[in-house]
T-cell receptor, first 113, second 111 residues
Framework: EAQVTQNPRYLITVTGKKLTVTCSQN?????MSWYRQDPGLGLRQIYY???????DKGDVPEGYKVSRKEKRNFPLILESPSPNQTSLYFC????????????FGPGTRLTVT | GQQLNQSPQSMFIQEGEDVSMNCTSS?????WLWYKQDPGEGPVLLIA?????ELTSNGRLTAQFGITRKDSFLNISASIPSDVGIYFC???????????FGAGTRLTVKP
């Protein structure tokens, strides 16, 4: 089944403890992206990647890192999480090297205390 | 920056009614996308619009790419309970790779 998977789905952590949220897609998509969703703000793009080893900042990249070493994986890294990074995070991918027509993962709900 | 303004923020309608929502921007967009998010899930693409003036349907859904390229509309006809969710408009920013989303329209359908 064609899909985008994220792990973990739920995570509660403490301020400053490094964490990684994994994202994987099995559709051979070139484009991958991370978003955060907060009430009343819609989805805001954090980082995106047009292909392996090619990443760029989105709208709200501060406090986040990404890497794209393989086509199928695009992990999101929070080196020192803070409470304002409490949010619902979505990974997405799309065919080709543009952001059109993205397929979204199921989301990761992160709470930083 | 290029902000997308969606309205209304929320709608409460009776099953069978038609629904209309829109998205506007102060900047020109070359592509408009409409997504739906069911409770507890990720957004799913409903309709993609690539040309000014384009009118596209997907079942009971119809979306239009405004002639000015600064707005788009989504209509749902004869709503049913499974239409419940949040509807987002979206479009690529200056290049084709970073996306802007509206804040969403939350739709509630009463049986």
């Amino acid at each position: 089944e064609a899909q985008v998977t994220q792990n973990p789905r739920y995570l509660i952590t403490v301020t400053g403890k490094k964490l990684t949220v994994t994202c994987s897609q099995n559709m051979n998509h070139e484009y991958m992206s991370w978003y955060r969703q907060d009430p009343g703000l819609g989805l805001r793009q954090i980082y995106y990647s047009m292909n392996v080893e090619v990443t760029d900042k989105g709208d709200v990249p501060e406090g986040y890192k990404v890497s794209r070493k393989e086509k199928r994986n695009f992990p999101l890294i929070l080196e020192s999480p803070s409470p304002n990074q409490t949010s619902l995070y979505f990974c997405a991918s799309s065919l080709g090297d543009t952001a059109y027509e993205q397929y979204f993962g199921p989301g990761t709900r992160l709470t930083v205390t | 920056g290029q902000q997308l303004n969606q309205s209304p923020q929320s709608m409460f309608i009776q099953e069978g009614e038609d629904v209309s929502m829109n998205c506007t921007s102060s900047s020109i967009f070359n592509t408009w996308l409409w997504y739906k998010q069911d409770p507890g899930e990720g957004p799913v693409l409903l309709i993609a619009l690539y040309k000014a003036g384009e009118l596209t349907s997907n079942g009971r859904l119809t979306a239009q790419f405004g002639i000015t390229r600064k707005d788009s509309f989504l209509n749902i006809s004869a709503s049913i309970p499974s239409d419940v969710g949040i509807y987002f408009c979206a479009g690529p920013r200056y290049n084709n790779n970073d996306m802007r989303f509206g804040a969403g329209t939350r739709l509630t359908v009463k049986p």
